[in-house]
């Protein structure tokens, strides 16, 4: 006798509460159903049921056994949704987050690469810097860029990015550049309300880190308005490599204070389980790591790393730019 056919008859009597019930869920005769239960009750020599003309309850072996099968069905049908999830073909809706300036500048391309290799994927593509909650709102896939993601999702590193302070020159002959982090004080800066530190910006140099607090002349929570700001003449930004690379290459902006370093960020696809991963999400997965293999903005190269360089910490991420 088939055992996976065992448990499963089992378990749909258990969930119908009759013999009935589960020859209906099944598609097959009640016959059916008390013989491949009867049959599995004497392969174990245990009765799991106990039956009367009003209703079945389980027995203590059959309250164990229940539980056991659930297990095993589930990894059968785990197994079987990681084959698929690797040979099956794409299809549906695709729900995918992205940061606002980020999404912008270097994945607007992606979407009709992805279209093009898999044209029965619909995709639905949400530009935010909001931080959403992936199950809760139905997002297959997000885009985050952070020190360390959430340990409750699952990611993939795509890419990374340095944070990286700099100005204009029309701005550094106007005010002076600032040889010291302690100096950024006394400077026009264009702050990024998104830092979980806020107006206070942490750097590690020579002589460990240091933290100075700055006060804005502009607060936003984008990235491109400050970079704006900044070919604006209007003051210091701290940005990622991905804004600002291609004008510090350029000679629009300078970097600053090249031996104090910031945050290096990870860029991860973030999904939220291993499990039943559909076809669709893993050909995103991997046509995203596969379009981030090669660099897609200039970046200057990272000054050498100081002596007292600091572990990353989870509290200084920056969730999405």
């Known amino acids: 006798m088939d055992k996976y056919l065992e448990m ?26 008390s013989r491949h239960v009867g049959e599995l009750e004497a392969r174990l020599g245990a009765r799991l049921l106990h039956r009367t003309t009003r209703r079945l309850s389980l027995t203590e072996e059959g309250e164990v056994f229940q539980t056991r099968c659930r ?5 059968i049908g785990e197994a079987e949704a990681e084959v698929t999830s690797r040979t099956g073909e794409a299809v549906g809706q695709l729900k995918v987050t992205v940061p606002v300036s980020f999404g912008v500048l270097h994945l607007a391309q992606v979407w009709g690469a992805f279209r093009a290799r898999h044209p029965q994927v619909t995709l639905d593509v949400t530009v935010s810097d909001r931080v959403v909650d992936l199950v809760d709102e139905g997002i297959d896939l997000a885009v985050r860029i952070a020190q360390l993601p959430s340990s409750s999702l699952v990611c993939r590193k795509l890419s990374s990015t340095r944070v990286i302070l700099c100005a204009s020159p029309e701005y550094l002959r106007r005010a002076g550049t600032p040889a010291h982090p302690a100096e950024l004080a006394q400077h026009a800066v264009l702050g990024y309300s998104l830092w979980s530190g806020r107006d206070e910006w942490t750097f590690d140099g020579p002589g460990g880190p240091i933290t100075v607090l700055t006060h804005p002349c502009i607060r936003t929570n984008n990235g491109d308005i400050c970079r704006a ?14 804004i600002v690379g291609e004008d510090i290459a350029a000679g629009r902006l300078v970097e600053l204070l090249p031996g104090y370093r910031s945050l290096e960020l990870g860029i991860y ?16 997965i991997d046509l995203l790591a596969e379009w981030f293999e090669t660099p897609r903005w200039a970046e200057p190269e990272p000054p050498a790393v100081p002596a007292h360089a600091p572990a990353p910490s989870p509290d200084s991420a920056i969730q999405n730019l």
Not at 271 to 282: D, E, I, M, N, W
């Open 269 to 284: 696809a973030v999904y939220g389980s291993r499990r039943h991963v559909p076809p669709k999400v893993r050909r995103l």
């Open 71 to 75: 297990e095993v069905i589930e990894a």
């Open 8 to 33: 499963r008859t089992f378990l749909a009597v258990v969930d119908a509460g009759s013999f009935v019930g589960a020859a209906e869920t099944l598609g097959v005769s009640k016959t059916a159903v």
């Open 229 to 242: 700001g900044a070919l604006q003449h209007q003051g210091i930004i701290l940005q990622p490599g991905f």
